[in-house]
Structure formats: structure tokens, C-alpha cells
């Protein structure tokens, strides 16, 4: 291997491990490897060996991965709950029927064959898990987050769920009733937050701009919009 | 399988970390796993589920694995289970001398168009539901060796049917390959206290999807 390959591998390898490290939460002090993670060199052993078998085209990969990356995610679902604000009528039908009601703008597919959409209201709080796996509404939201898929969510929702409230910042009333949703089958769930005061002015993509992911998920509220700015 | 994949209700998995502005992958290897899992089962050279042989991971490897690591180590024991590649064409890297190529693999055009085709779910077979919304169900005490959807904190506990969501075929045969056994699957509704005890909210409620042989008359 010669010096310019060697650096390379170092300062990808680095980065590598330096966003996994990140991904965990790990405190930078320990020495990041130097080279391809085993993972990264197992995989791409795993892939050349499968396309030489021809079991897969490459780029059939290239295709998935890249409608994983910028054609599903949350963007997605935020659009269904600012319809749903404007629209009674597409409100009503998205509530009955999910997974028809996002048809309607274009949105479905894998992990979204029969969708439930929840409604957060004053007096129910509606919380997304799956304690088995990280079951999720891939056509609205995209690929879950690591914390979703992590064992301290999938352990504590169920059982605490006003306190994992808590640590997203989300505190309710005793007198709210808190719903949790376990997606042990093929129903996948979607929370309808509650809209925000002081959006009456505000059209359809200036509310679809203040939904997140995590408010599609029951973590948070959304917070009315900020002056100055929508 | 009573193991750890199996998780809601457990103490001590440590403080939930929230990674700002967090990528889809943090890596690439982790896209091209999910993009080869999804691939190969959509052309059934795989089972169509990696949840059993995720769930079949030793518990200290499963904790300590991403999921996408997870993915990985199932993805390579349901190809050599499904006889798609050997353990030493794994360990070479190079298929075996003189094995067969494969007739066909998922193309990139139909590849386009696979997230956003809906797989079916619900069976157009009659069948008649044991149970009616409103109705008191207890979830049965069983606890299969084998991949199940009947999580354990709910086995014993009393609920009630919120809705009837049709026909569907039941995981605990079809992941076996012993048959769809086709069923009406409820959505149940749990009290909090009822699992959890005085631990939780007299006021909050536990929704849990549920195949018709989970559950007993109450």
C-alpha cells in the first residue's frame, strides 16, 4: 500500500469512527482506528461476493440507498399534517384511513401498507414505539433514528413514557391521558400533532416547515411560531 | 423467543441519546446492508422477515450491535441458511469454483419503484373474528421458542378490543414456513396499571396489535 492510499484510509476511517462515536454519544477520548472499520471491509466483501453470484446489481443498491437517503423522510409526513390542518374534510379522512388519506398526495409504500394516524389532542398524548424491533412508517417519516431503534427507548416507552416525555422536553398535565402505540404487527403509526397558536395566517408549506420528525413521533409539542419569523 | 430483542418494560438500557441533525446513515456499509436485504427478498432469495435471526442473536452481541450491524450478521445467516452463498465463499470472498450465477437479481429499475410499492398485508380470505371491539380479551401465557409478535410484558394481562384490523397471516407459522394460518388481528387496549401496576399513570393506556391467537375470552 503505498503512502497516499494509507492517508486516505486514515482520514476515512477516522471520520468513520468519529461518527459512530458521535452516533453513541462517547466522550472524544480515545484513539479513533486508523483504518476501514471490520464492518466496512465485511460488507464490501459481502456485496462484491453477491454481485459476482449475480444476486445483486449494483446498481439496484445505488437506486435503494438513494431513495433511502433523499426520497423518504419526514419532509413526507410533515406535508400530510399541514393538509390536515388546513382540511377538515382531508383531516377526517386521514384519521379513518391512513394509509388511503396519504395516497392522496402520493405517499406510500414498504412499512406504510396499513397506517394508523393518531391525534394529539388537550386531553390525549399519543407516543409511537416498538418494543420488538424499529417498526416505523417508512412512506411519512423515512428510516427511523438510531434513539428510536435503541434499547433504552424500546425498554422505557412502554413503561414510562411520561418520563422519556420528560427528557424530550414534553411535560403533561396529570390530566392528559397518554396513549402508547407498541407496532407489534403490520400497522404502522403516525401522530397528528396539534397545531400551534398563532398560525391562523400561515399557509400550507409554512406549517408543513414547522413539523419534525419527533412531533410526527409524540416526543414534542410544536412550539408556536417564533416573531419575525414563521 | 423470550430474548432480549424483547425489551418493553425492561430497567436499566441506559439514558435515551439524541443526536442532533443525524444523517440517514452514519456509514456507508450501513445503506448497502438494507439495500441488500431489501434487494434479495424482494426476489426471495431470502425470507421476506430478518426479525427471526435478528431475534436468534446471542443477547450481549445483540445489545452491543448497531442495528444495521444486526442487519448485517442476519443478512449473512439467512443467505447461507437460504443457500444463496457458503460459509467459505463468505470467508473467501469469491463465489466456489464452478457454482451456479444466479438468474436473477432485482434490477435498478425495478429497484426504483420498490420502496413505494405496498407489499400485501391484509389476505382476502373469510374468516370469521372470534372477538368484537368493546370485548374484555386476556393475552395468552405462551411463550413460543420461536419468533413470536406477543410481547412478554403483555402475556397474562387483561384488555380490551379497540378495533378489529382484518385478516392477516400469523407470524409464529409463517416465518416457519408452516402455514399463513390467516386470522383477525385486533388492536387491544391495555390500562397502564394493568401492566405496569402503581408505577404508572392511573390515566394512560398501553395499544398493542394483536393476532387472534394471542388472546382469550376475559
Redesign the interface.
Known sequence: MDSTRRTFLTVSGAV?AE??A????HDHDHVHQAVP?D??L?????????V??????R???????N???H???PRNGARIVARAWVDPNYKRRLLANG?AAIAELGY???Q???LTVVENTPKVHNLI?C????CYP??VL??P???Y??????????????G?LH??GTELA??????????????RYMVLPERPAGTEKLNEEALAALVSRDAMLGMVKIAPPKEGRP | MNSV???????G???????KN????????E??????R???AATR?IPASA?PA?ESITAADY?RM??Y?RM?TA??EQ?VESS??TRA??ES???AKG?A???H????S???T?????????LSVAVNPRFQAGQRVRARNLHPVSHT???R?ARGRTGVIERD?GV?AFPDTNVLSLGEKPQH?Y?VRFA?RE??GE???P?????????EDYLETA
Not at chain 2, 5 to 11: I, N, V
Open positions: 468513520a461518527n459512530v458521535h452516533a453513541q454519544g472499520s464492518l466496512t465485511r460488507v464490501k466483501a459481502l456485496e462484491s461476493l453477491l459476482e453470484k449475480g444476486l445483486v446489481d446498481a439496484a443498491l445505488d437506486a435503494l440507498v431513495t433511502y437517503e426520497k423518504v423522510g394509509t406510500s409504500g414498504e406504510g401498507a396499513d414505539v418494543t420488538l424491533c424499529s417508512w412512506p423515512g428510516l433514528p438510531v434513539w431503534k435503541s434499547a433504552p427507548y424500546r425498554s422505557r416507552a412502554v413503561i414510562d413514557p411520561r422519556v427528557e424530550f396529570e390530566d392528559v391521558e397518554v396513549h402508547v402505540w407498541d407496532s407489534t404487527a403490520e400497522e | 430483542h424483547d425489551m418493553g418494560g425492561m430497567d438500557m441506559g439514558p435515551i441519546q439524541v443526536e443525524e444523517p440517514v446513515f452514519h456509514e456507508r456499509w445503506g448497502r446492508v438494507i439495500a441488500m431489501r434487494a434479495m432469495q426479525r435478528i445489545l448497531s442495528y450491524e448485517f443478512l449473512v443467505l444463496q452463498v465463499e463468505i470472498g469469491k463465489p457454482s450465477k444466479a438468474i437479481a432485482l434490477t435498478a425495478e429497484a426504483a420498490l420502496p413505494f410499492r405496498v407489499p400485501p398485508v391484509m409478535r406477543l410481547p410484558y384490523r392477516q388481528v388492536s397502564a401492566l405496569w408505577r404508572a399513570s390515566r394512560d393506556a398501553v395499544f398493542i396489535d394483536m393476532w
